[in-house]
């Protein structure tokens, strides 16, 4: 299943225009943007359409001219603006190439009843009222509307807000058995929705956090307090487990900022991610990629950067949510040599990683193995090489490369493990059957020239692999500072 998820703000967003709290300065700063936006299911469900869907639809690079029904949780403005339907209308009127499919709204019924006035009478719009209970067989997709608990009132005796108290949440699953629970907007989970999710063992959690851990709240959201608290108990009756993705959204400046957020999610097992990230949610008994040949995408990727720029995160989340990935691990323990800080760097990297994947560390490989490695990754997986820089080192090592009075030059020991290595590597990666590698390397070229003859030929000769290395690759990314640049293909802009 595949699931964009076109905005991850609250209704006022992050940044808060009108605000300028460290939160909102954080945003800016970053460039980062949550607004709301809803969620794209398979090309064809739109889920709570805000009123900039059509931008972020644009910027996450997806249209929604397949979409064949919109679900609506419930009718506030930043989840529901019947505008998307006067849009499509002018498209379907055949304003534009090709026919639209027929289109079923989904939703409580006073939002049901208020958005069939946007569209022209005996026009092809079934309008489709939801509670919690019901369920659609849509294309390809079931979907049931479950109990929210957004009405909830924070003051007993309070008035109830009629909007709030009709919402409903969404449980999607497709015909391999992949779920998805989409649970915004509510308040923290009642014992109807406990039932209505217990058992449902969601690959995918999308679960509302509007507000922080101090600040406003109100019961018929969740806050720092409710969301671990209706995380418990989702887990306690099945509704998610320890392989459930589970994702934060319609997230609002009351958290703190981002490095702080991510890290209270993570402690939670939850995380957020940015507003346009497509996921990818697999059920256990769904077929994998590495069942059929015909899926391999091959598509290969360098992420080159400097020390401690963020590159084997970036390249991390790369690999986003697959199922089948081989990490190998070109660090090695060092503390047999007194270097206990690279261990602990090395402890910090294992930890990052998803107990999901496989990890080949390099002391089991011999350098020279990494092409094998390669040409032998299971079709269809995603490949992590962390980092070439060290594989290099390692390559080198074995010759005892560093002895510069063996000498360096062409046709020296050292100068041949390298290019012989990097032929096989080059071969590895022209015949891997993997749908994704991701290599990392370091960008060490730029500085002074080194001042011994073995720093300079390490220097030039991983130069050398990162370009070779460059050419094969479908998408080449230097990291700076924790940003990600997209470089160029070579001569595209002579190309056009
Ligand atoms: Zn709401
Ligand atoms: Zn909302």
């Not at 497709?174 to 999710?197: E, N, Q, S």
């Not at 015909?294 to 080159?304: A, G, I, K, Y």
């Amino acid at each position: 299943m595949r699931v964009t998820v076109l905005g991850t703000g609250a209704a006022d967003g992050v940044p808060q225009p009108f605000c300028r709290c460290d939160t909102c300065a954080d945003a800016r700063a970053r460039g980062q943007v949550r607004a709301p936006g809803g969620v794209l299911i398979d090309s064809t469900l739109l889920v709570d359409p805000a009123p900039a869907v059509g931008a972020a639809a644009a910027r996450a690079g997806v249209d929604l001219s397949q979409v064949t029904t919109i679900a609506i949780s419930h009718g506030h403005a930043d989840h529901w603006d019947p505008a998307i339907l006067l849009f499509r209308q002018w498209i379907a009127d055949g304003n534009g190439p090709g026919a639209l499919p027929p289109l079923r709204v989904i939703g409580p019924a006073a939002v049901i009843a208020s958005a069939a006035d946007w569209v022209a009478p005996g026009g092809s719009v079934e309008f489709l009222p939801a509670v919690a209970g019901g369920c659609w067989q849509l294309d390809g997709l079931n979907l049931r509307a479950i109990t929210s608990t957004h009405g909830l009132v924070s003051a007993p005796g309070s008035e109830a807000d009629p909007v709030a108290a009709a919402a409903v949440l969404f449980d999607v699953r497709d015909a391999h058995g992949t779920a998805v629970l989409y649970a915004a907007d509510t308040g923290p989970p009642d014992a109807d929705l406990l039932g209505d999710v217990a058992g449902a063992s969601y690959d995918l959690a999308l679960v509302e956090l509007t507000f922080g851990a101090s600040g406003p709240t109100t019961a018929g959201h969740l806050d720092h307090a409710t969301f671990p608290r209706a995380l418990a108990e989702l887990r306690r009756v099945g509704a998610i487990n320890a392989d459930t993705d589970v994702v934060a959204i319609h997230l609002s400046h009351h958290h703190p900022p981002a490095p702080e957020l991510h890290a209270a999610l993570a402690s939670w097992g939850a995380r957020a991610v940015a507003d346009g990230t497509t996921l990818e949610p697999l059920a256990e008994t769904a077929p994998r990629a590495a069942d059929t040949l015909t899926s391999t995408t091959n598509r290969t990727t360098l992420v080159t950067g400097g020390a401690r720029s963020g590159k084997s995160t970036f390249a991390e989340q790369l690999a986003g949510n697959a199922s089948d990935v081989l990490y190998l691990a070109t660090g090695w323990p060092r503390g047999a040599l007194g270097d206990d800080d690279w261990d602990e760097r090395l402890a910090a990297h294992v930890a990052r990683r998803p107990s999901r994947w496989r990890t080949r560390e390099w002391s089991a490989m011999s350098p020279a193995d990494l092409g094998a490695a390669l040409t032998a990754a299971p079709p269809g997986s995603t490949v992590i090489i962390d980092c070439l820089a060290l594989w290099l080192t390692r390559l080198i090592d074995a010759v005892a490369g560093w002895d510069e009075a063996a000498g360096l030059g062409t046709g020296s020991a050292a100068a041949t493990t390298v290019t012989d290595g990097c032929e096989a590597l080059l071969a590895g990666l022209a015949t891997t059957a993997a749908g994704h590698v991701i290599m990392v390397t370091n960008e060490v070229g730029s500085g002074v020239v080194p001042a011994t003859a073995s720093g300079r030929f390490f220097r030039d000769q991983l130069g050398r692999v990162n370009a070779r290395v460059a050419g094969l690759c479908s998408e080449v990314y230097l990291v700076v500072a924790g940003r990600a640049l997209p470089l160029t293909a070579p001569y595209q802009e002579f190309h056009g």
